[in-house]
T-cell receptor, first 114, second 112 residues
Framework: EAGVAQSPRYKIIEKRQSVAFWCNPISGHATLYWYQQILGQGPKLLIQ??????VDDSQLPKDRFSAERLKGVDSTLKIQPAKLEDSAVYLC???WGSGANVLTFGAGSRLTVL | GESVGLHLPTLSVQEGDNSIINCAYS??????FIWYKQESGKGPQFIIDIRSNMDKRQGQRVTVLLNKTVKHLSLQIAATQPGDSAVYFC???????????FGTGTRLKVLA
């Protein structure tokens, strides 16, 4: 089966600019996650979707980050305006969602903010 | 690709030796645990999982041990190989929430 697809793989922007990341989960996976991984740290959950509804966005900096999952399939994560501390890898993951299941991750999108 | 985990705790082992990587969790309600391996420039990759009704589970060259009393999880890798060099993360969740929390990670270096 195809894995979790993410794009772009790399993005370099100036601070205060905007950026968007795209994720296509594994077909049939109801739950989709966006994680932020700063160099040297474990992934930190930003937002969790169940189908097209938000389950948890308590750690999403809503003044600058937004995410949507229209039609319950693919998702976009946007940052506007970006700050230097947003430099990180943004990982998308998906799972079946019914009960505790393995998360399958994409390769990630590496953001550098200058 | 760029390295993951430049400032993470590092475990260095000789090729062929066994490796033990540890993880502590704080929520006693956690009931599902996963170990992930992350190579440079890649997303985390599933290694093995365990549910709270078990205290040990074995895979190919890997064993996960769960001690719920002290809220401790370990990953044992037998006959460590150069391809095992990576950063290893534990992740845990509570059934019904689907919210996975990741540990800080350990970098495993295999010495030839």
């Amino acid at each position: 089966e195809a894995g979790v697809a993410q794009s772009p793989r790399y993005k370099i922007i100036e601070k205060r600019q905007s950026v968007a990341f795209w994720c296509n989960p594994i077909s049939g996976h109801a739950t989709l996650y966006w994680y932020q991984q700063i160099l040297g740290q474990g992934p930190k959950l930003l937002i969790q979707f169940q189908n097209n509804g938000v389950v948890d966005d308590s750690q999403l900096p809503k003044d600058r980050f937004s995410a949507e999952r229209l039609k319950g399939v693919d998702s976009t994560l946007k940052i506007q305006p970006a700050k230097l501390e947003d430099s990180a890898v943004y990982l998308c993951a998906s799972s079946w969602g019914s009960g505790a299941n393995v998360l399958t991750f994409g390769a990630g999108s590496r953001l550098t903010v200058l | 690709g760029e390295s993951v985990g430049l400032h993470l705790p590092t475990l260095s082992v000789q090729e062929g030796d066994n490796s033990i990587i540890n993880c502590a969790y704080s929520n006693s309600a956690s009931d599902y645990f996963i170990w992930y391996k992350q190579e440079s420039g890649k997303g985390p990759q599933f290694i093995i999982d365990i549910r709270s009704n078990m205290d040990k589970r074995q895979g190919q060259r890997v064993t996960v041990l769960l001690n719920k009393t002290v809220k401790h999880l370990s990953l044992q890798i037998a006959a460590t190989q150069p391809g095992d060099s990576a950063v290893y993360f534990c992740a845990f969740t509570t059934s019904g929430t689907y919210k996975y929390i990741f540990g800080t990670g350990t970098r495993l270096k295999v010495l030839a």
